[in-house]
């Protein structure tokens, strides 16, 4: 085999891997009983995947700054108190405010 030949193998036997690989990952960012480290990589995984499928001119309109970014109320607190924050989950891009977040960003129902 020539070395184009060998590079196109692995190519395609990664794009294998990763299509058999993607659904695992999917069903196991949904259960809670994950660890804080293991959601962490298998959300980076997911969203690192996802840059890569994006056109590039969607990926750079997703990745917004805090200050263009919504407001939202946060998921912890009761709905009585009514807390806006532009801060998110690390892990479920959820809104967090700053009472009920760490200094990595993630929420406190992340971190059980």
């Known amino acids: 085999m020539t070395s184009c030949q060998e590079d196109d193998?692995?190519?395609?036997?990664?794009?294998?891997a990763k299509k058999r690989v993607l659904p695992e990952l999917e069903r196991r960012q949904a259960q809670t009983n994950l660890s804080r480290n293991l959601r962490y990589m298998i959300n980076t995984a997911l969203e690192d995947e996802r840059a890569q499928t994006q056109p590039a001119e969607e990926a750079s309109v997703s990745?917004?700054?805090t200050a263009t970014r919504k407001r939202g109320r946060c998921c912890?607190?009761?709905?009585?108190?009514?807390?806006?924050?532009?801060?998110?989950c690390s892990l479920r891009n959820s809104s967090v405010c700053s009472?009920?977040?760490?200094?990595?960003?993630?929420?406190?129902s992340?971190?059980?």
């Open 63 to 65: 990745t917004d700054s």
């Open 110 to 112: 992340c971190q059980k």
């Open 76 to 88: 912890i607190c009761p709905r009585q108190k009514d807390n806006k924050t532009t801060m998110r």
């Open 9 to 16: 193998r692995v190519l395609f036997k990664l794009a294998t």
């Open 99 to 108: 009472r009920n977040a760490k200094k990595q960003l993630i929420c406190l």
